[in-house]
């Protein structure tokens, strides 16, 4: 008699523990998007439901706070920044996986210590080394710091799909007559694009949501991202709420989207990879 309690106990236990888990995290998420629609977000408080329902936050947001434009400028970014790093960092993980040459090992270590370097003590010699070769307040120059700094996590990830695969594939079809790259269109490339999603993923989120060097590099506030664009809606005495949570809306939009389209591949890709790397 006492087992079934005890296990009915674990199981409620569990369950408000799971409960609690999703409330915790689906709850900012209401917070933020029931604030922008409320016509009366500075004198909210603690209210859970808006009190008057609007879109003026928004239009005033795209309209007066021009986010319309930060937003093509960081899906630029960010695209640009994903393609190049996915093209990149495969091409990279097949010549550290398949070939072997000296200093093999030292370059996948000097990979990892790259990631080690704090971001904030880049931004000097970073700032400088863009303003020699004239590429401040550039949405290219933005995108190629991006793509450096996503890049050494993409190669080393992506090094373990791509050892994973075994080499007598790759030779059957070069028995078949396939060329080199046909074989990596055709071969490898399907059978790693789970890694090549995951970590695609990881660089969208590093371009999109990065505000330091976005903020330093560009002086042109026509060339600003989503993330500095953001904060003109915080005053030095006054925070305009409703505009903030419209304006974190929006941001947040594109992000769901990509996630929704690489969801089924980013799945396999993780899990993959935690067995594969």
Known sequence: MHRPRRRTAVRGAKALGV??????????????????????AARRGAQLVPTQLTLDNFRRVIDDGGFG??????????GVTVVVSALVALLAAVAVARFRFRFRTSVLVLVLVVQMVPLEALVIPLFL???????????????IVYLAFSLPFAIWMLRGFVAAVPVEIEEAAYVDGASWGRMFWSILVPLVAPGVVATSVFSFIT?????????TFMSDSSKYTVAVGLQKFFGENTTD???????SSLITVPVLVFFVLVQRNLTSGLAAGAVKG
């Open 207 to 215: 371009a999109w949501n990065e505000f330091i060097f976005a903020l």
């Open 69 to 78: 434009l930060y937003l093509r400028n960081s899906i630029l970014v960010a």
């Open 19 to 40: 409960v609690a888990v999703v409330v915790g995290a689906v709850f900012p998420a209401y917070w933020m998007i029931s604030t922008a629609f409320d016509a009366h």
């Open 241 to 247: 709420w409703g505009a903030v949570m419209a304006a």
């Open 129 to 143: 080394q863009m303003r020699t070769l004239d590429m401040l307040n550039s949405l290219l120059g933005l995108a």
